[in-house]
């Protein structure tokens, strides 16, 4: 399975992007699906995870701004950002785990900057 992450971009404190992770196949099998960011200088971090039965894992650094969101017809898995901030640049990568798997996309950058 490939992920194909896109809709990273600039945007100005404020703002909302939506990034969408494409899967090259059904994700229907993959217990969690997310997605994590690095900033640089930083460690890998969690943003927002869903499980196939819709349940959410939101980091409380964005709760209340992103909303993830996952279509297994689509096979896609979805992170709305709004009231984006300067301290969400990073590079943000989705995920699938499906055990005993974990699989990454490429990741999409994403800076917030006026």
């Known amino acids: 399975v490939q992920l194909q992450a896109s809709g990273g971009g600039l945007v100005q404190p404020g703002g909302s992007l939506r990034l969408s992770c494409a899967a090259s196949?059904?994700?229907?099998?993959?217990?969690?699906m997310g997605w994590y960011r690095q900033a640089p200088g930083k460690q890998r971090e969690l943003v927002a995870a869903?499980?196939?039965?819709?349940?959410?894992n939101i980091a409380d650094s964005v709760k209340g701004r992103f909303t993830v969101s996952r279509d297994n017809v689509k096979n896609t898995v979805n992170l709305q950002m709004n009231s984006l901030k300067a301290e969400d640049t990073a590079v943000y990568y989705c995920?699938?785990?499906?055990?005993?798997?974990?699989?990454w996309g490429q990741g999409t950058q994403v800076t917030v900057s006026s």
């Open positions: 196949g059904s994700i229907f099998s993959f217990n969690v």
């Open positions: 869903i499980g196939s039965g819709g349940n959410t």
């Open positions: 995920y699938a785990f499906g055990m005993p798997n974990v699989y």
